[in-house]
């Protein structure tokens, strides 16, 4: 019992934190900007915390069924993190662009910051990194047929229509993702896997996971930091929102913590397959995200927008539109070769530095 305290010691801070914040809540937000701001990076760094143990439980599942299931589990689970997260946010949130800017900043962290820096590392390592680029390929075009049909042609949509729209935008996502997975998992499950020598240190998993344990535990202990993570982003949400006021902070803000957050494991797990010489994981665990993101987020926020009968905007700026079609040109560019470099890291690496400036600056 001490030993499996000690292993899951985050969930355990987490649902101390939990019990904690709940009750003072109100008490912190009522003392002023001060307190509720250091009250929200204070639960951001225990969502975290929470988020890295179930992204382990999501590994040791991904490695008992294998690929390409392994990494369907580990984006889902991401994935469902950031969707728990950003509806919470929303109930207490009035910003209409948040759910847009949370997608938007996902896929360019994901792309732009996991595949960069990744590629960067593993690159001035190993040199080229093999991959199979049938998965590049397939993800990319997927991830722009999805953020152009939820949110590029969002733009021309009459407001009178948004209602139609939305519908329309849930039923083409849930086809969209369904007819991936399909094909993902069956008759096209060879696009998404690469063969290593096993060598070496190289012979440990991609994921880099500790031994298959019993399936049943990890499935409950997922379960339940999932549903810590959304009492503490409830908290969060309202501090951060007094925490932030009148500050001039960008509203974009609120929507890049929410997507580091769900984020944050995958890039750890994205670095150690990459400094193992093993590109396949990045590869599918950047664009496999991005693609659960786009497609299984919208679904969800526009059917909330529809209960609640108030229209939210997904259609993206000017510059997030132009950020966004230079990281999936640049994307489709590097990812048809079947390799990656530090050089091809290095361009993604840029994109997402000008993704944070423009960001900083409010577009």
């Not at 889902?76 to 662009?97: D, F, H, K, Q, R």
């Not at 060879?190 to 049943?216: L, Q």
Request: aromatic share 6%.
């Amino acid at each position: 019992m001490l030993a499996l305290a000690r292993k899951e010691l985050f969930l355990i801070i987490a649902a101390v934190v939990a019990a904690v914040a709940l009750p003072m809540e109100h008490a912190i937000t009522h003392a002023g900007q001060g307190p509720s701001l250091i009250a929200a990076i204070a639960l951001i760094g225990v969502i975290i915390l929470a988020s890295l143990r179930v992204a382990h439980h999501a590994e040791i599942l991904a490695e008992k069924v294998g690929e390409p299931y392994g990494t369907m589990i580990l984006t889902l689970s991401a994935v469902l993190v950031e969707v728990v997260i950003l509806a919470i946010m929303l109930g207490s949130n009035e910003s209409p662009t948040l759910a847009r800017d949370t997608i938007y900043s996902a896929v360019m962290l994901d792309i732009n910051g996991i595949i960069g820096v990744a590629a960067i590392l593993g690159g001035l390592k190993h040199g080229e990194q093999p991959y199979n680029n049938a998965s590049g390929r397939t993800y990319i075009v997927m991830i722009m047929t999805g953020m152009g049909v939820s949110m590029l042609v969002p733009e021309f949509v009459p407001m009178a229509s948004w209602q139609a729209y939305s519908v329309f935008s849930i039923v083409i996502m849930i086809f969209l993702y369904g007819m991936f997975l399909r094909l993902q998992t069956t008759r096209h499950s060879y696009f998404f896997s690469y063969k290593y020598e096993s060598k070496g240190e190289d012979h440990h998993d991609a994921h880099g996971a500790e031994p298959v344990g019993r399936a049943w535990h990890s499935v409950v202990t997922l379960l339940v930091g999932i549903v810590l993570i959304g009492i503490l982003a409830e908290a969060m949400s309202k501090t951060l929102d007094v925490g932030l006021e009148g500050t001039g902070i960008p509203p974009i803000f609120s929507a890049l913590v929410v997507a580091t957050i769900s984020a944050s494991p995958e890039i750890l797990t994205a670095l150690r397959a990459a400094l193992a010489n093993r590109m396949q994981p990045v590869i599918n665990i950047a664009l496999g995200a991005s693609l659960s993101t786009v497609v299984l987020t919208v679904p969800v926020i526009e059917f909330l927008a529809l209960m609640r009968g108030q229209p939210i905007v997904m259609a993206m700026t000017p510059a997030q539109s132009i950020m966004t079609a230079l990281t999936l040109l640049v994307a489709a560019i590097n990812l048809n070769d079947g390799q990656t470099n530090a050089i091809e890291g290095t361009t993604h690496f840029v994109l997402f530095c000008a993704f944070l400036m423009l960001a900083f600056l409010g577009l």
